[in-house]
């Protein structure tokens, strides 16, 4: 299963949150390349717009907006995302991945641009909470299974 970090920058308030997206909404963001727009409710942000600005993949090499594909390639650089030249003129052969997501990609950047009614921290906070909650309920089955099975081994000896 595809699971992505989503980072969502807040432009208006110069925030950023992290989203963890797996699942079906996960499996929609494969093909999306960097420059589409994206609707929230696959980040759990339901009303709010989103513009893919970039990723990483599981290596660490950036996406590039113009390299086409999925793919990693290397390539000749001069300037740009994944390069910075030390001096004027000065290129460099950098392995770059390509702009369509895949599944070798973890981490996507995406920026706001249109907001919802309700803000961001609050529908974040929200998912967080029901995640801790499901959590805690499996750690309590857990206890109560071992309870059960120590319970057993008493009633045989």
Same mark, same amino acid.
């Given at each position: ?8 920058? %807040?432009?208006?308030?110069?925030? &950023?949150? !992290?989203?963890?997206?797996? @699942? ?21 942000? *339901? @009303? ?15 996406? /590039? &907006? %113009?390299? *086409? ?10 300037? @740009? ?13 950098? &392995?770059?991945?390509? !702009? ?17 009614? /309700?803000?961001? #921290? ?12 499901? #959590?805690?309920?499996? #750690?309590?089955? #857990? ?5 059960? %099975? ?8």
């Amino acid at each position: 299963m595809v699971e992505f970090k989503v980072v969502v920058n %807040d432009t208006k308030n110069g925030k &950023s949150h !992290n989203v963890s997206v797996s @699942g079906h909404h996960a499996n929609s963001l494969i093909g999306k390349k960097i420059g589409d727009e994206v609707d929230g409710i696959f980040v759990s942000l *339901p @009303g709010y717009k989103l513009l893919i600005t970039g990723g990483t993949d599981k290596n660490g090499f950036a996406m /590039r &907006s %113009d390299l *086409p594909g999925m793919a990693r390639r290397r390539l000749l650089v001069s300037e @740009g995302k994944g390069f910075k030249a030390k001096e004027e003129g000065m290129r460099k052969k950098k &392995s770059i991945r390509g !702009n369509t997501i895949n599944q070798d990609i973890v981490q996507i950047n995406m920026k706001v641009i249109k907001y919802s009614s /309700r803000p961001i #921290e609050n529908l974040i906070k929200i998912e967080k909470t029901i995640e801790e909650k499901s #959590e805690v309920k499996s #750690e309590v089955k #857990e206890k109560e299974e071992k309870i059960e %099975d120590e319970e057993k081994k008493e009633e045989k000896e």
